[in-house]
């Protein structure tokens, strides 16, 4: 909000700029020569990191925002400012933002914003995300530098930076794009070949040759034709002369499109991004998927690999906010996985008396009732044991 109208700043206009793309870490390893990286959308090419990204994005933006005041017992849970529904005040929405913020650090491991307005505590209240490949920074006599399409960031105060894969001496994070490349560039040219294998159709279906005479081009041409023309909608056995050999060749589908190699790159693609992506996604990677491991997918997943998003989108938006409050993302949403073990879930609850039966049927938007603002008498009970139990696993 500006400090005397109380309304929100005006979006700055943006007008198309050439730029030149953000060069390649020192530590980053290169990627095929046809495979061009330099453009950030450009790794998008990659199926495994189209999809992986945008599981990572969407659940981080569509998960439920909670803003919070104080620590353990005093910890009470406040309204979202207005202005963090939409930080950008462009109109489309905190999901949107964070959407793009998520995908600048997936993408180019980096986030750059132009903060357009301050509330009287400091604390940004609007800022318009920019795309990382408009950003340069680099160090200079041990002050940090940034330029945005080829011109200088001269008001540091209205200059938001946020990193992923930080390294020692670098004002920018590593992107995990162009530090894994070369794997990322395997996929796009495995997935090219493929495709241009079926499209060019520059391959023979047979080979007939001839061991004791010579042809030349207008012979060979006449002897395809026959040969061709005999076979052309025709059931009838072919009569071939001394010295002729027919030999057709037999590509595979696997052969001709690598599906084997497509299969390893993908799921190394997006292991990029943390452990467990692969899996979630369908690539084999060897192993078998029990019913355990279906059931535990979505926490291993959770803890191993999302988190580590969840915990700088919750950063980036509790800095836009004053102090003592604080943003979280409900966890819950994502880790509710079956009605069944839901219930179950609910059930220890209210056996173990940390829950009540109107905070259940709330979580289960359902109406309250006038018995349920107290814990059960009751002690713990035994509750029935899953299929997983009866199977011994």
Known sequence: ????????????????????????????????????????????????????????????????????????DDRVRVPLPSYLLDPAGDGHGVEDWLYQALMSWLLRGNL??????????????????????????????GQEVWSVNGEPVTDRSRWLHRRVHPVAGRVQGLSPIQFAATTIGLSITAARYGEQWFLDGAHPSALMTNDEAELDGDKAKVVKDRFVAALYGSREPLVLGKGWNYQAIQVTAEESQFLATQNWTEAQCSRIYGPGFAEILGYETGGSMRYTNVESRNAHLLVYSMNKWLKRAERLLSGMLPRPLYVEVDRDALLETTTVERYRAHALALSHRWKTVNEVRKRERLPRVAWGDQPNETGPIALPAGDEDKDGQ
């Open 1 to 72: 909000m500006g400090f005397l109208t109380g309304r929100r700043a005006a979006r700055p206009e943006r007008r198309a700029t050439q730029f030149s793309p953000v060069p390649y870490p020192v530590l980053a390893p290169r990627s095929f020569a046809e495979v061009d990286l330099s453009i950030a959308e450009a790794s998008l090419q990659s199926i495994a990191v189209l999809v992986t990204t945008d599981l990572i994005a969407s659940l981080g933006s569509e998960l439920p925002i909670v803003c919070y005041r104080g620590q353990d």
């Open 112 to 141: 750059y914003g132009d903060i357009l307005d301050r509330a009287r505590g400091g604390h940004p209240t609007q800022v318009l995300l920019h795309h990382p490949d408009e950003v340069r920074g680099w160090l200079s006599e």
